[in-house]
């Protein structure tokens, strides 16, 4: 089932880019470029509701229903599916696109691996799993595995001076730690969740680049290939947080959300405030929000 | 240690156990190598090299005495005189004492698994690799020279009067010198998995690729002498027996030619793709199918016996006076012996220390 519903036609369009462009490696690079396109509808659905998730966090109802029903789980569940549906937001709705999209990736990840055969057995399984007439596996098979100095079947050294550097594996730390640091979110509120991203930060790229290190260098160039590409992919949604890599970006602040210089936000309205028209941006999870004014006004009213 | 660093540690092992999985060990997998010598039969797979007693089964001595996740060999061993020779996918290659199992030396240079079968002959051993390159050490390990090609080697290199002659997974077959020099070399229409055939004259060598292409060179000058062509891809190596050529393809077919000129004389439907290639009986020829079914045919292409064993089989059956086995994966067992006369089954093992 897994292996007739992602891996053999992802394998085949693999194979297929590879027998246009003739090189493993481009193919690898286009091939994860192209999985990333198809499933870019699923990554802005789960960024927006990560997005609604977070901010719904700050809002006060929220934290008053959780601070009211901590003792009753069951209420506060009743409380919060109400407020969810109050605000539009779907709280599997950054669980979902994910889930969708794991298997995708990690199908792309198998059949890189298949894709590489390096015995008899393992390509004969390659051969069996083309689609007959879909290419020819007689002009594509084997791949060839050589692309710049590497071995894409073998861990990739770089030789200077006879030293082996993991050139890869290096790539592969730093873009991973770009790649997390450029989706943290901008709290500070010191809570467990701000800790695990932290943790994440430092484990994440060790672990990825451990693994571009040991595996084949095939893969190390598709986890560097994805980071690239998810890393252009946050920019291009105004998801990327630059000034968490770049400080000196601190002073002339970007919405991450928008990508554009917002109007200063300070909190999320309650919903029993009434409102007066206001300029400043919205989002689509949170809806309201107060400029300094509105928000030095509503605090005089709440005193 | 803090509670969410225990959780995202955990995460992230458990992320590259799902990850390990997909790739797992050395990132490669492979079928048993079998070679099958007087009274003892030699199985290479996973962590180690065993000796069988061709009789029973019983394991005599497992190579090396210490099973390494480091090592893993998936290649036919090679069994010259009182020694064993055999590759490990960890890139090393070994000479193994026959008789105790004790390691006569190692060859670390190659930059590859070793995945073909080696060959002896002109005082070397040499050493097909996935690196692309044939090495060639002399009996006491040393590297004397190493001969590029431009995709893995999976065959085994066959030894002439004067030279070595190789087939690559890069589509060409090579006549190489004693000393390492390319003496010529002939593209062929696709990867050649098939170790090549050299006939008893030494005048002629024969080889099937992947292409579906089977052609006969002339071992002077790689000259074509004849091609022909099969229905599907050629995997296996053919031989000469009866003289006669046979070889089998992908689609299930035995092909039975004149080694002279090339003219198809038979052609029998097996029904089941043969990837490991044929040997030569006494008094006839033996296969086996992908799927596991062992045939022994008379030189006609008859049928004379044929068992049905589980598994998937990817390698030749060996034959010795009174036995055929067969090696197979993702089956009841991994070792099968039967009376190469009667087809009688003698027994049935998987190897463990």
């Known amino acids: ?83 969810y549906k109050e605000l539009g937001i779907n709280p599997l709705g950054s ?134 590409i998810g890393i252009a992919q946050y920019s291009i949604l105004g998801r990327a947080n630059w000034k968490n890599i770049l400080p000196f970006l601190k002073g002339k602040e970007t919405d991450p959300i928008q990508g554009k210089t917002p109007v200063q936000v300070v909190d999320v309205v309650p919903e029993e405030v009434p409102q007066k028209p206001s300029h400043a941006k919205t989002t689509q999870a949170t809806g309201k929000r107060m400029t300094k004014p509105q928000k030095q006004r509503y605090d005089r009213r709440k005193k | 240690m803090k509670k969410p660093h225990i959780l995202i540690i955990g995460m992230l092992v458990g992320l590259t156990f799902v990850l390990s999985a997909c790739a797992p060990g050395p990132r490669v997998s492979g079928t048993p190598g079998l070679e099958l010598s007087g009274d003892q039969a030699f199985v290479a797979y996973g962590n180690s090299l065993y000796a069988l007693k061709a009789n029973s089964g019983t394991v005599e001595w497992t190579y090396p005495e210490e099973s390494k996740n480091t090592v893993l060999f998936f290649a036919q061993p090679l069994v010259v005189d009182d020694n064993v020779f055999v590759g490990d996918v960890a890139k090393t290659f070994h000479k193994i004492d026959r008789s105790n199992g004790n390691s006569v030396w190692t060859f670390t240079g190659a930059n590859g698994y070793f995945i073909g079968q080696a060959n002896e002959g002109h005082g070397m051993v040499f050493a097909p690799n996935n690196d692309g390159n044939l090495y060639a050490l002399d009996l006491q390990g040393n590297l004397q020279w190493v001969f590029e090609t431009q995709h893995f080697i999976w065959s085994q290199p066959q030894i002439g009067p004067d030279a070595v002659y190789l087939s690559s997974m890069d589509r060409f077959v090579y006549a190489i010198s004693t000393d390492g020099k390319q003496l010529w070399a002939k593209e062929m229409a696709g990867a050649v998995v098939a170790s090549p055939v050299l006939s008893e004259d030494a005048g002629t060598l024969f080889v099937g690729s992947m292409g579906s292409d089977f052609v006969a060179l002339k071992t002077t000058d790689g000259q074509l002498a004849w091609s022909f062509t099969a229905q599907n891809s050629i995997w296996g190596q053919a031989i000469l027996a009866d003289n006669k050529l046979y070889f089998a393809d992908t689609g299930g077919f035995l092909y039975i030619l004149d080694p002279l000129s090339g003219a198809e004389k038979s052609r029998v439907e097996i029904g089941e793709p043969v990837i490991g290639g044929l040997i030569a009986l006494p008094d006839g020829i033996a296969l086996v199918t992908e799927k596991g079914n062992l045939k022994v045919l008379e030189f006609d292409g008859s049928t004379r016996w044929e068992a049905r064993i589980s598994g998937n089989v990817f390698q030749r059956p060996v034959a010795s006076d009174d036995y055929l086995m067969v090696a197979a994966v993702d089956g009841d067992n991994m070792i099968y012996a039967f009376d190469v006369q009667s087809g009688a089954q003698k027994w049935s093992v998987t190897p463990k220390k």
């Open chain 1, 1 to 83: 089932m897994w292996e007739t519903i992602v891996i053999q036609p992802f394998l085949n369009v693999l194979l297929l880019i590879n027998s246009l462009v003739g090189n493993f490696g481009i193919s690898i690079i286009l091939f994860t470029l192209l999985v990333r396109l198809i499933t870019h509808p699923l990554t802005v659905k789960q960024f927006k509701a990560t997005q609604g998730m977070q901010q719904l966090q700050n809002d006060p109802r929220y934290k008053k229903i959780m601070e009211k029903y901590k003792d009753d789980k069951e209420r506060l569940s009743q409380e919060q599916m109400k407020l």
């Open chain 1, 95 to 228: 669980c979902l696109p994910t889930l969708i999209q794991f298997p995708l990736i990690l199908g792309l990840y198998q059949s890189v691996v298949r894709a590489m055969a390096a015995s008899p057995v393992e390509l004969f399984r390659l051969a069996q799993s083309i689609y007959p007439g879909f290419i020819n596996p007689v002009a594509v098979l084997p791949l060839q595995n050589r692309f710049l100095w590497m071995d894409l079947g073998q861990p990739e050294r770089l030789t200077v001076f006879g030293f082996g550097i993991p050139v890869l594996a290096i790539l592969v730390v730093i873009t991973t730690f770009l790649q997390t640091k450029l989706i943290e979110p901008p709290s500070s509120n010191g809570g467990q969740a701000e800790m695990m991203t932290k943790s994440m930060n430092i484990y994440m790229p060790l672990l990825m680049g451990f693994m571009a290190y040991s595996l084949a260098s095939g893969l190390a160039l598709y986890f560097l290939a994805s980071n690239l």
